[in-house]
């Protein structure tokens, strides 16, 4: 790993941080932001527009720069500058490995268009599922304030959810996790709705070399606090119309 500005650590491509017992493919950067633009950023989700949140049952969320509509996403226009940087430029400027180009090359806009905030207190998760075809098979999810385990399952023969865990990848603070190709497709991606994820060992977690501070977790045990989930996509239709409708669609 090349040491880059304080607290970040950049791999020198994604192979580099591959996380080898997951099938194709997954990528943990442990230090992808600093505390700093942690902060920022956790400070601008705050102080969004109220209309901004859409409140679920047992979670909030917001969507930038909108909601999909029958797959689209109807406002084309950039994404704001605090969600833009640095973390996209951050991933656009990491290889897939040595002299290819970065993961969104193939993506229809070359970088992701739509970002999913969502907001998980202790206690809260999200059913395991699979994120569909109104994306490019690449997600990037930055994970702020506190850790927690992201499940991984698949579907049994007759189509149900098989309850069975295949994996579970323990996302910290400040982490960069992205996955694609078969995990996207194949498999279904939740979290528990519990206040303490238990049974954390090198043999339960399938990115535990690729962690920040595996000693943290060493009696096995991750004491939730509230952590915010930024999840990165390139929504593959954009509608020209989204810009026309004018001050009835504006931004807030
Ligand atoms: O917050 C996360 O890490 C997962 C979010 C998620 O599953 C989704 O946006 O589809």
């Not at 193939?106 to 999913?116: A, D, F, I, Q």
């Not at 385990?149 to 295949?166: S, T, W």
């Not at 991750?222 to 810009?243: A, F, I, P, W």
Request: net charge negative.
């Amino acid at each position: 790993m090349n040491p880059g500005p304080a607290q970040v650590n950049l791999p020198p491509s994604l192979e580099a941080c591959r996380i080898t017992a997951l099938p194709p493919a997954a990528y943990y950067i442990a230090d992808f932001i600093t505390e700093e633009e942690e902060e920022a950023i956790l400070h601008k989700v705050e102080t969004a527009p109220k209309a901004r949140w859409r409140q679920l049952t047992h979670r909030r969320l917001q969507t930038w720069p909108s909601d999909l509509v029958k797959d689209t996403l109807l406002d084309a226009r950039p994404l704001p500058d605090w969600l833009e940087n640095p973390v996209v430029s951050r991933i656009l400027s990491i290889p897939l490995s040595d002299g290819e180009p970065n993961i969104f090359a193939g993506s229809p806009h070359l970088r992701p268009n739509h970002v999913l905030i969502n907001e998980y207190p202790p206690n809260t998760g999200i059913m395991p599922h699979k994120d569909g075809g109104a994306y490019y098979p690449v997600v990037c999810t930055v994970s702020l304030g506190s850790s927690l385990c992201l499940n991984l399952h698949k579907n049994k023969e007759d189509g149900a959810l098989d309850p069975e865990l295949v994996w579970r990848i323990l996302q910290e603070p400040r982490s960069l996790l992205i996955t694609t190709a078969d995990l996207y497709s194949e498999y279904l991606h939740g979290i528990e709705p519990v206040s303490v994820d238990v049974n954390l060992s090198e043999r339960s977690i399938a990115n535990w070399n690729l962690l920040r501070s595996p000693s943290l977790y060493k009696d096995g045990v991750n004491q939730r606090e509230t952590r915010t989930s930024l999840t990165y996509r390139d929504v593959l239709k954009v509608s020209k119309l989204g810009n026309k409708l004018g001050p009835m669609f504006k931004r807030l």
